[in-house]
């Protein structure tokens, strides 16, 4: 069985910084790609930043410049480091990784039951 735990979500003023973690354990033989997601409210699932096994990023416009994410692949944990926070990043932050529970197995897609993160003007 794979989970994937997050943390570090809370309340922030315009203008702070938060660092999110989410640690993959469990059944795990390989980790693709690692990314986070954010829900706002009344909106649609929207990819925040990605990034691959071998360290290469991606991020949404909104975020490039301010968010940073990174992996530790010997924790199977990823990080996203979000500076010069804005009202509108106020979401439900998802970690997603895609994976291979076993050698045998093909990847498959999994969430974290996602974390709050609210930004107050």
């Known amino acids: 069985q794979v989970q994937l735990v997050e943390s570090g979500g809370g309340l922030v003023q315009a203008g702070g910084s938060l660092r999110l973690s989410c640690a993959a354990s469990g059944s795990i033989f390989s980790i693709n790609a690692m990314g986070w997601y954010r829900q706002a409210p009344g909106k649609q699932r929207e990819l925040v930043a990605a990034i691959t096994s071998g360290g290469s990023t991606n991020y949404a416009d909104s975020v490039k410049g301010r968010f940073t994410i990174s992996r530790d692949n010997a924790k199977n944990t990823v990080y996203l480091q979000m500076n010069s926070l804005k009202p509108e990043d106020t979401a439900v932050y998802y970690c997603?990784?895609?994976?291979?529970?076993?050698?045998?197995?093909?990847?498959?897609?999994?969430w974290g039951q996602g974390t709050q993160v609210t930004v107050s003007s």
């Open positions: 997603n990784a895609n994976l291979r529970p076993l050698s045998h197995l093909p990847a498959y897609v999994y």
